[in-house]
């Protein structure tokens, strides 16, 4: 016993070891990985399965109310003093009026029974099982929103991230272009040719560049944990983005603005299926005003002996019965009528939900159209200011060197290429999101 608790011990170390010296995973996923990742590793899409799975469970509780239950029962008793009862006197000879009393029965007693009960009729069980599958539907469709919502963060936050990328490249090409004119400022300076406050100038724009790029990087590092997060994926694992994006693919589904049908979003479905649950709960509040029959079988052994050895010197009988049994439903204090009425009030307030689902569709829709063709305008003037702003500086520049132009006027002009690529990340940022949602409301969000 002691080498087997010795070997386990020694078995755990090494297993606990291994585990902690497991490399972080490094996973290099386009959109769609992440999608499928996620779809198996999200703590909520998880529990939305098992939804599905405690639904099926509960349909085989239904079915089994429509299906033949067989009971057994064992008892053995011993009368420590058999129970007396009285007969009258006149049995005996005695005065009338008078009791003798007698015992009947054996001191030991066994009995062994078998009973099978069988629903033969239940309306409230037969509207049970015609639900069943309704009630799967609704747990699937119930997962389908859940996917749908963790598809839409994931599919936000990976496409912010790529765009990020650009970011960097920007401020990358603008700390570049600092660091040049540096070089050109302090030469001139140690030449006699320029002043120190245009050194400085030049350095302040600099540092303010790399702390940008330090905000950034910060930024982009949350979104990462965030991503993974959403994931399922352990924050120790590296996240390697493949996709890429561009101002095309952004554009695509323009052309498709208002072809939708309620029917694609998974909102829509599930109240349908809720819906057509309510209406089963008003007929089976209905069904309980409809008798109910049933068919019940026993068969019972039976021995009796005065010794305790029963088994092997006892008398056994035995006995078996048939009953088929019907419940007419009377009166029940009205709660019958109350359960219908409130099963219909339910009803309605699912049907009244659908429509309200219909004008929020419609509603959202109309208006994520309108913000995507606003996000691609904004993103294609931004575009253009980028350009400009590229092209002002190239000519400041060359003035610059020229002797031609300031130390301002290229200050100014790198100062307004920033914002212009501030507001172009920006209007990318917007356009990722309002396609996004764009393709969420219509229901086209794979």
């Excluded at 294609?380 to 190239?394: F, I, K, S, T």
Aim: net charge positive; proline share 2%.
């Amino acid at each position: 016993m002691k080498v087997l608790k010795s070997t386990l011990l020694s078995g755990l170390i090494f297993i606990s070891a291994k585990a902690v010296s497991q490399e972080p995973a490094v996973h290099a996923f386009s959109i769609k990985d992440c999608i499928d990742y996620a779809m198996k590793n999200n703590v909520q899409v998880k529990n939305a399965l098992l939804d599905i799975q405690v639904q099926q469970q509960d349909n085989r509780v239904t079915t089994a109310q429509a299906l033949p239950s067989l009971n057994g029962s064992a008892g053995f008793t011993d009368y420590l003093k058999i129970p007396t009862q009285l007969l009258p006197g006149e049995f005996f000879g005695q005065p009338a009026g008078t009791y003798v009393p007698v015992q009947f029965g054996t001191k030991y007693n066994a009995s062994g029974s078998v009973t099978l009960q069988q629903t033969l009729f239940d309306g409230q069980v037969f509207i049970g099982l015609k639900a069943r599958k309704t009630s799967i539907d609704y747990r699937r469709k119930s997962l389908a929103v859940t996917q749908d919502m963790i598809k839409q963060n994931i599919y936000k936050i990976y496409y912010q991230l790529v765009v990020s990328k650009t970011q960097i490249q920007q401020i990358d090409a603008n700390i570049n272009r600092s660091k040049d004119l540096l070089r050109v400022n302090a030469a001139l300076q140690k030449n006699g040719f320029g002043e120190q406050i245009e050194v400085d100038r030049t350095s302040v724009q600099l540092a303010n560049f790399q702390t940008n790029r330090l905000s950034v990087e910060s930024t982009i590092s949350n979104g990462y944990y965030g991503l993974k997060f959403l994931l399922g994926m352990p924050v120790k694992d590296s996240l390697v983005l493949t996709d890429t994006l561009s101002e095309d693919q952004l554009k695509q589904g323009l052309l498709n603005e208002g072809a939708y049908t309620y029917e694609s979003r998974s909102d829509y479905q599930v109240l349908q299926s809720t819906v057509k649950l309510q209406e089963f709960n008003v007929k089976r509040y209905k069904m309980a005003f409809i008798p109910t029959l049933s068919l019940t079988g026993n068969f019972l052994r039976q021995g009796q002996s005065t010794e305790f050895n029963i088994f092997s010197k006892g008398q056994w009988f035995n006995s078996s019965y048939a009953a088929v049994n019907l419940s007419v439903p009377l009166f029940n204090g009205f709660s019958k009528d109350a359960n219908i009425k409130k099963a219909k009030f339910q009803l309605e307030q699912a049907q009244n939900q659908l429509a309200d689902l219909k004008n929020s569709i419609d509603n959202s829709a109309i208006q994520a159209t309108n913000n995507f063709h606003t996000a691609i305008s904004t993103l294609d003037d931004q575009q253009r200011n980028v350009e400009l702003a590229e092209r002002v500086y190239a000519q400041s520049q060359k003035r610059y060197e020229s002797g031609l132009g300031t130390l301002l006027d290229i200050t100014n002009a790198q100062a307004d290429l920033s914002i212009a690529q501030s507001n172009y990340i920006n209007a990318m940022y917007d356009a990722v999101i309002a396609k996004i949602d764009y393709l969420y409301a219509t229901g086209q969000l794979q």
